[in-house]
């Protein structure tokens, strides 16, 4: 019996040896786990950050760019309204012009003996054609005002 418990205290012996051995090599699996656990967390925080930074420099880029397109949407707005402008006054002036030679041809229509012709045009001449050459009876001409001072005060 002794032999018999000397193997088993011998056997007792390796067994905990054994647990021990197998609680050390858990222990240090955790240890590599927990720092393996560490330094990926560490990694995730970094791409983490580099994500962030990333998505603010395109944030100051798309607000750089915006204002670059706000600026010229400005420029052109402004260029668009003084083209339109001047359009207004080059439209009026044309409408102008053509009701000059509209009037100056009834005129030399009527000079060179036309008559009148008041159902084409609307002007019924009654008068002389030397009533045309005294100032006083010539048809009123309005006054143009140029666009560069329509605004001034």
Same mark, same amino acid.
């Given at each position: 019996?002794?032999?018999?418990?000397?193997?088993?205290?011998?056997?007792?012996?390796?067994?905990?040896?054994?647990?021990?051995?197998?609680?050390?090599?858990?222990?240090?699996?955790?240890?590599?786990?927990?720092?393996?656990?560490?330094?990926?967390?560490?990694? *995730?925080?970094?791409?983490?950050?580099?994500?962030?930074?990333?998505?603010?420099?395109?944030?100051?880029?798309?607000? =750089?760019?915006?204002?670059?397109?706000?600026?010229?949407?400005?420029?052109?707005?402004?260029?668009?309204?003084?083209?339109?402008? &001047? =359009?207004?006054?080059?439209?009026? &002036?044309?409408?102008?012009?053509?009701?000059?030679?509209? *009037?100056?041809?009834?005129?030399?229509?009527?000079?060179?003996?036309?008559?009148?012709?008041?159902?084409?045009?609307?002007?019924?001449?009654?008068?002389?054609?030397?009533?045309?050459?005294?100032?006083?009876?010539?048809?009123?001409?309005?006054?143009?005002?140029?666009?560069?001072?329509?605004?001034?005060?």
């Amino acid at each position: 019996m002794a032999s018999s418990s000397g193997t088993s205290s011998g056997s007792l012996t390796t067994n905990s040896g054994s647990e021990g051995d197998l609680q050390a090599l858990m222990n240090e699996r955790k240890r590599k786990r927990k720092i393996s656990n560490r330094e990926s967390a560490r990694r *995730s925080r970094m791409r983490k950050q580099k994500h962030l930074d990333d998505l603010q420099a395109q944030l100051t880029q798309l607000r =750089n760019d915006n204002q670059q397109i706000l600026t010229q949407l400005n420029i052109t707005t402004q260029h668009y309204l003084n083209v339109e402008t &001047e =359009n207004s006054v080059l439209r009026a &002036e044309a409408n102008e012009l053509s009701h000059r030679l509209q *009037s100056l041809n009834e005129i030399i229509r009527f000079i060179n003996g036309g008559g009148t012709n008041s159902d084409a045009d609307g002007f019924g001449f009654t008068e002389s054609a030397d009533s045309f050459f005294n100032p006083l009876n010539y048809l009123n001409q309005p006054i143009m005002a140029s666009a560069d001072n329509v605004f001034e005060y």
